[in-house]
């Protein structure tokens, strides 16, 4: 491990235990280099790479600010690779999805089952979040809200291994979030029914309704996996029809 690699890592600890989210703005350079023990050309570097990497947003004049949590940093997807493999196999995204349907699922029964009024006002946090990056504008960090939403229900399960498969396939599902959200929400119907699913999955997680959350994930995902299909579908005879007409 590099040293700035170390140094990323030291500051994703200390940026979770400030309790930081996304949207959140960090502490400014001279205040992180203090809690750090860090040189101000090490903090830059760090900085550099994670803005780079889509990690942090730098605004002028105003700061950095968290467009991922921390807690995701060691996991962050390597979308040229993510993105080459869903070219040579564009299935691959499917699968993701079904893998999804079958993980997530549980995750919300034992979240409906198990959350504490933390992990609640971390769920609604992050749906809220979501509805305002999408109200915004906001297709980036839409994206990122919508898959720390999914996660958040992960994390309410209090199921270790669950919440450890979750993370280790964060990277895909942001990434399949991207894919499924440009497809999906340029249409306002598909935009008003998934805003409508996500409402549903956390409603039936605050009423401690277990049968329901789970259903609710799984029409989510059904719903997602079906659209995309039919929109990948009437691509494909676009671009035949149109090589037919050439």
């Given at each position: 491990m590099t040293v700035i690699d170390h140094s990323i890592q030291k500051l994703a600890k200390m940026l979770e235990a400030l309790g930081l989210n996304v949207?959140?703005?960090?502490?400014?350079?001279?205040?992180?280099?203090?809690?750090?023990?860090?040189?101000?050309?090490?903090?830059?570097?760090?900085?550099?790479?994670?803005?780079?990497?889509?990690?942090?947003?730098?605004?002028?004049?105003?700061?950095?600010?968290?467009?991922?949590?921390p807690s995701l940093w060691s996991i962050t997807p390597n979308l040229n690779l993510l993105?080459?493999?869903?070219?040579?196999?564009p299935d691959y995204r499917y699968?993701?999805?079904?893998?999804?349907?079958?993980?997530?699922?549980?995750t919300a029964w034992y979240a409906a089952k198990r959350a504490t009024e933390e992990d609640?006002?971390?769920?609604?946090?992050?749906y809220e979040q979501?509805?305002?990056?999408?109200?915004?504008?906001?297709?980036?960090?839409?994206?990122?809200?919508?898959?720390?939403?999914?996660?958040?229900?992960?994390?309410?399960?209090?199921?270790?291994?669950?919440?450890?498969?979750?993370?280790?396939?964060?990277?895909?599902?942001?990434?399949?979030?991207?894919?499924g959200r440009r497809k999906l929400y340029a249409e306002p119907q598909r935009f008003n029914q998934l805003n409508l699913q996500h409402t549903a999955v956390l409603s039936a997680i605050e009423r401690r309704d277990p049968e329901a959350a789970s259903a609710a994930v799984r029409q989510h995902l059904d719903f997602v996996i079906q659209e995309v299909r039919e929109i990948d579908e009437a691509e494909a005879r676009r671009q035949r029809k149109n090589r037919l007409d050439l």
């Amino acid at each position: 491990m590099t040293v700035i690699d170390h140094s990323i890592q030291k500051l994703a600890k200390m940026l979770e235990a400030l309790g930081l989210n996304v949207g959140d703005r960090l502490p400014a350079e001279r205040k992180l280099c203090e809690m750090l023990s860090m040189s101000r050309a090490t903090l830059r570097e760090v900085l550099s790479q994670l803005n780079a990497q889509g990690m942090l947003n730098k605004r002028q004049g105003s700061g950095s600010y968290l467009t991922t949590h921390p807690s995701l940093w060691s996991i962050t997807p390597n979308l040229n690779l993510l993105g080459s493999l869903i070219s040579e196999d564009p299935d691959y995204r499917y699968d993701v999805q079904e893998a999804r349907a079958v993980l997530e699922s549980g995750t919300a029964w034992y979240a409906a089952k198990r959350a504490t009024e933390e992990d609640l006002q971390m769920i609604r946090q992050a749906y809220e979040q979501l509805l305002y990056y999408q109200e915004q504008g906001q297709d980036e960090l839409s994206a990122d809200a919508d898959a720390a939403f999914h996660l958040a229900i992960a994390e309410a399960s209090h199921n270790v291994v669950l919440i450890q498969m979750m993370r280790n396939v964060f990277k895909l599902l942001r990434y399949n979030v991207a894919l499924g959200r440009r497809k999906l929400y340029a249409e306002p119907q598909r935009f008003n029914q998934l805003n409508l699913q996500h409402t549903a999955v956390l409603s039936a997680i605050e009423r401690r309704d277990p049968e329901a959350a789970s259903a609710a994930v799984r029409q989510h995902l059904d719903f997602v996996i079906q659209e995309v299909r039919e929109i990948d579908e009437a691509e494909a005879r676009r671009q035949r029809k149109n090589r037919l007409d050439l």
